[in-house]
């Protein structure tokens, strides 16, 4: 018989995700005021899907409003167990609303492909920032700070079996840490009771093919972590 995921996880030493909270969703969220922190990190965390794709559609919570063409949610199966963060959209993810277009999206779906998942399919796709960051600059912490409930509100909605953290922004975000990337692969951590594994960049690996044997064995461990809860 099939245990209940909650036991599954605390059998494997895995402290149970979230409880969300029982109060529904305020029905006009207001998230584009930077201006009132815990108010409006609370407020994010009663959105329902409808209402944070508005949120960050009108956000105004950082600079990035100014520059950006479109806030970019995420993409992919709102259920799903796999979910993949990256750093913020480039200028094809701005241009067409979707994480992971360009040419790092293809090698991100090759990756995906070669562990027999698929883009959409019991995956989801978003990145720390919902804005691209003019000239793809790396993101500013005050960005991070704005950005991060929506990341937090998704990961609750979705309520993934594992997490995977593309590059070292992401990993060291999720993981409230400086350590470095090549510290932090190769390892499985936790961000709040969910395994998450760190791996490089496909932005990165385009440019450093010979680490790519190392993201080889971070989707191993991915996988292997996964067998284990399933
Ligand atoms: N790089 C990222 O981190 N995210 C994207 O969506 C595209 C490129």
């Not at 494997?12 to 529904?24: D, F, T």
């Not at 950006?68 to 709102?78: A, H, W």
């Not at 070292?168 to 594994?197: C, K, M, N, W």
Request: charged share 25%; net charge positive.
């Amino acid at each position: 018989m099939k245990l209940p995921r909650e036991q599954r996880l605390k059998e494997l030493g895995i402290a149970p995700v979230w409880r969300l909270r029982g109060r529904s969703a305020p029905a006009t969220p207001a998230c584009a005021d930077g201006a009132d922190g815990a108010d409006r990190h609370g407020r994010i965390l009663q959105m329902d899907w409808t209402q944070l794709r508005e949120a960050v559609a009108n956000c105004t919570a950082c600079e990035l409003y100014k520059t950006r063409t479109q806030g970019v949610l995420g993409v992919g199966d709102p259920h799903a167990d796999w979910l993949i963060v990256g750093e913020a959209p480039g200028a094809d993810e701005d241009a067409q609303g979707e994480p992971f277009v360009g040419q790092a999206g293809r090698l991100l779906d090759a990756m995906l492909a070669a562990i027999g998942l698929k883009r959409g399919e019991n995956v989801y796709i978003a990145n720390v920032l919902k804005s691209r960051p003019p000239g793809n600059r790396n993101p500013a912490p005050e960005e991070i700070a704005a950005c991060m409930p929506y990341l937090e509100r998704q990961i609750q909605l979705i309520r993934p079996k594992i997490i995977i953290a593309l590059g070292r922004f992401a990993g060291q975000t999720l993981l409230h840490t400086e350590e470095a990337i090549a510290r932090l692969r190769g390892r499985v951590h936790r961000f709040q009771g969910i395994p998450l594994v760190v791996t490089y960049h496909p932005a990165y690996l385009l440019r450093n093919l010979p680490d790519k044997e190392k993201a080889w064995e971070d989707l191993c461990l991915a996988r292997e972590t996964m067998k284990k809860i399933d």
